[in-house]
């Protein structure tokens, strides 16, 4: 054999390769709950930037071209060209920007009949305006499945040691149904026992792990100043209230660009509207609750008064004794009565709460003793208010019983001094 049939041998070795390659492609080291996911899209399919530049010359390498590109738009004409006629399975993995889907997949003629194409994404809007036909909503894992996978990250097998059940199941329940978190946190519970097991997940739900709140913060960064202002004021104050309700405030707030922010918000899979008999109300995914509210936490990890949100009793009353606000926290201030209160709350000792705007319905108990700042109007309104059945206030202060209209001065509410500790008042006082 001389030279130049070696390097035709060569030359016909590497075409023909070129056109049986099949590269492997990883999904995962543990790959629980896959098929059942795969056989749902697998329906679907029968039924009918420098990103831009990276993926593009992934895709020319996959049909067997090794070209440098130097912008997004010289790799279309060579794509078009070379799959015009081939009927194959693209699949364009967590894209979220619509030039992605431009580069890579601008067109029906783009490729042969019989192709499919798969995209993967947490922007619903950007299938939407790029006219795909068919979106299939991602199933959360849960139960068995949550629990297998588990169990393999954290104990590298299926087989759990005894005991570990009942700390498995707080697992999954914090993972509440995303399976990178179940991955994320079994494998940092890897070799550890039952009692580190129980503190992780407390701290969990205190801070969020860094990775899990870099992870779910993608969608975050990515909406616009006021975009996150609304979504951050619905996660810190208005999970689970009715839509109606939170709607007039919002609009009172934000005006009629309201509704464009939720729709990006929903869009988004940052916020979802749950329809119960005639009720609609406005909630989300408890860890994307936590990603927010983490956000809010590090704009002052140390002090809650430099804040812009408050939600937690302990911050409030801190806040409202030590006169720590550095500006105005729009929870406390605005959105008061829809917050999820226990019956009972205690704010003895809140020398700068000046006004009080409305009341809980279920808030029954009351006491403001010390609360020197407090504005006789506050007071009064309070005093009138049907429901509550015992509230303190400091004795000289407390304005008269109030007056029912053609009925004798009615006496449902108890008036305590400062020198008149209540007995076991209030001593569960606790904000949800």
């Known amino acids: 054999m001389n030279r130049y049939e070696y390097k035709f041998i060569g030359k016909i070795v590497k075409y023909i390769s070129n056109k049986i390659n099949r590269s492997s492609l990883h999904v995962a080291n543990y790959p629980v709950g896959i098929q059942s996911r795969v056989q749902n899209v697998k329906l679907l399919l029968d039924n009918g930037s420098d990103d831009g530049v990276h993926m593009e010359e992934l895709l020319l390498k996959i049909i067997g071209l090794n070209i440098k590109l130097g912008d997004v738009s010289e790799g279309i004409p060579i794509i078009k060209e070379r799959l015009c006629r081939k009927q194959i399975l693209l699949i364009l993995d967590d894209v979220d920007d619509i030039k992605q889907l431009q580069v890579l997949a601008g067109g029906l003629d783009w490729f042969g009949p019989g192709t499919r194409v798969i995209i993967t994404t947490r922007d619903k809007h950007l299938l939407i305006s790029h006219e795909i036909e068919r979106i299939y909503a991602a199933e959360g894992m849960y139960g068995i499945e949550a629990l297998e996978l588990l169990r393999w990250m954290a104990f590298k097998n299926n087989e759990v040691p005894s005991g570990y059940e009942d700390i498995l199941n707080r697992a999954v329940a914090y993972a509440s149904g995303l399976p990178l978190v179940i ?79 939720l729709g990006v918000l929903a869009e988004k899979s940052l916020i979802k509207f749950s329809t119960w008999r005639t009720y609609v109300d406005v909630t989300l995914h408890d860890l994307i609750e936590g990603m927010a509210k983490e956000v809010v936490r590090q704009q002052s990890p140390k002090e809650p008064g430099e804040r812009s ?98 009925q004798e001065t009615e006496q449902k509410l108890k008036f305590l001094s400062p020198t008149e500790p209540p007995d076991n008042f209030l001593s569960s006082a606790k904000v949800v």
């Open 309 to 406: 949100r408050l939600w937690y009793c302990d911050d409030i009353i801190h806040v409202l004794k030590e006169n720590t606000v550095v500006q105005v926290s729009r929870s406390f201030q605005k959105y008061w009565t829809r917050w999820k209160i226990s019956d009972s709350i205690q704010l003895d000792g809140c020398k700068y709460l000046e006004e009080i705007r409305g009341i809980p319905p279920n808030l029954t108990e009351l006491s403001a003793l010390g609360c020197k700042s407090l504005t006789s109007s506050s007071k009064s309104m309070l005093v009138k208010q049907d429901n509550f059945s015992c509230i303190v206030f400091d004795f000289k202060t407390v304005p008269s019983a109030r007056q029912t209209e053609g």
């Open 183 to 261: 991955e994320i946190v079994g494998s940092n519970l890897f070799g550890k026992s039952i009692e580190e097991w129980k503190y992780t997940l407390d701290g969990y739900e205190r801070i969020p792990h860094k990775k899990i709140q870099e992870i779910l913060k993608v969608s975050y960064d990515a909406l616009e100043e006021e975009e996150q202002s609304v979504f951050l004021d619905i996660a810190c104050c208005f999970k689970g209230c009715r839509w109606a309700e939170v709607e007039d405030i919002l609009h009172a707030h934000y005006g009629h660009c309201i509704k464009h922010h």
